[in-house]
């Protein structure tokens, strides 16, 4: 079964940066292609970024991009991601999960593997 643990979150103020990790289990980590998710109170869970597994592609939501990095370390089995000049609008809850490739690992995708979803880990922009 696939568990995942995020952590890092916390309270900033906006133009500030956070880095999120997230661990993983019960799975090949390097064979799998990574995603970080949010919801905010009252939204419904949104994609922010994902990473194939080997690294070498991302994709980002539009609305992060230029300011959060994704990236992961399989020696660690841990993903991470950058935020850097964060805006009251990022407050929400940080998901990650794995998620399908595609194309044989060219691209990652925002499709989960498994149902399961982690605690998640909170991220509030102050302004």
């Known amino acids: 079964q696939v568990q995942v643990v995020e952590s890092g979150g916390g309270l900033v103020q906006a133009g500030g940066s956070l880095r999120l990790s997230c661990t993983a289990s019960?799975?090949?980590?390097?064979?799998?292609?990574m995603a970080w998710f949010r919801q905010a109170p009252g939204n419904d869970r949104e994609a922010v970024s994902c990473i194939t597994s080997g690294g070498t592609s991302t994709d980002y939501a539009d609305s992060v991009k230029g300011r959060f990095t994704i990236s992961r370390d399989n020696a660690k089995n841990t993903l991470y991601l950058h935020m850097n000049s964060l805006k009251p609008e990022d407050t929400a809850m940080y998901y990650c999960a794995a998620t399908l490739e595609a194309y044989r690992g060219k691209f990652c995708t925002f499709r989960p593997i498994s149902a399961n979803w982690g605690q998640g880990t909170q991220v509030t922009v102050s302004s």
């Open positions: 019960g799975l090949t980590f390097d064979d799998e292609a």
